[in-house]
């Protein structure tokens, strides 16, 4: 009835609870430790694993190898590149044959431009020149288009002067016909033909 009845203090309740606390952290420090290793393994796993490690075991062979067997052929390689190689084939392992197409087109793009680009290279020393050249033409050019323009705006002027003189033609008609029709003799206009008719009293 006794260990029934009592009760536990607070503080204690507060200190198994500060305990718990202590060991979640403990336990969240160790899981961060462990995944800071996780990604140090997996950043150096080219380095350390044992199948990066074979496979760069296996090319250092390789290499080693080839230079073995140039080290053995030396004689005959430099005697080889003595000679002036002409009009002979090399021949190319069949790994490498894509590679000598994408080469190829290189080479012809290359040959194909290369006197646009030789051009260029000559002209370096002429580019102040040319430059001052393009100004002198540019300068010209800004010149006529202002002529042009001017020459715009006297055409539009003029044809509206002609569209004016062109409506008063009817008038000055109907006005010849009016005095011709009451014979009446009236003086030339400044505008017209000097030719007139004039009407003369019949009676």
């Known amino acids: 009835m006794l260990n029934t009845s009592k009760k536990t203090a607070s503080c204690f309740v507060n200190f198994s609870r500060l305990q718990?606390?202590?060991?979640?952290?403990?336990?969240?420090?160790?899981?961060?430790?462990?995944i800071e290793l996780l990604k140090l393994e997996k950043d150096t796993a080219d380095v350390v694993h044992p199948f990066?490690?074979?496979?760069?075991?296996?090319?250092?062979?390789?290499?080693n190898n080839h230079l073995e067997a140039v080290?053995?052929?030396?004689?005959?390689?430099?005697?080889?590149?003595?000679k002036p190689m002409c009009q002979e084939n090399l021949p190319i392992e069949a790994v490498y044959?894509?590679?000598?197409?994408?080469?190829?087109?290189?080479?012809?793009t290359f040959i194909e431009r290369l006197e646009t680009h030789l051009e260029t290279i000559r002209n370096i020393p002429h580019l102040a020149a040319n430059l001052k050249k393009m100004s002198k033409a540019l300068a010209k050019m800004d010149i006529l288009v202002t002529e042009t323009e001017e020459l715009a705006e006297n055409i539009l002027k003029w044809r509206k002067q002609?569209?004016?003189?062109?409506?008063?033609?009817p008038k000055i008609?109907?006005?010849?016909?009016y005095l011709y029709?009451?014979?009446?003799?009236?003086?030339p206009f400044p505008f017209t033909s000097n030719v007139h008719v004039q009407t003369v009293n019949a009676k």
């Open 20 to 34: 718990q606390i202590t060991n979640i952290q403990a336990e969240i420090y160790q899981k961060n430790l462990e």
């Open 52 to 63: 990066f490690l074979a496979q760069k075991c296996h090319t250092l062979q390789s290499m």
């Open 71 to 82: 080290l053995k052929e030396k004689r005959s390689l430099r005697q080889r590149l003595l």
């Open 97 to 108: 044959h894509r590679y000598m197409v994408h080469l190829l087109e290189f080479a012809v």
């Open 162 to 169: 002609q569209k004016e003189v062109c409506s008063y033609i």
């Open 173 to 177: 008609l109907a006005e010849e016909n």
């Open 181 to 187: 029709t009451h014979d009446i003799i009236m003086p």
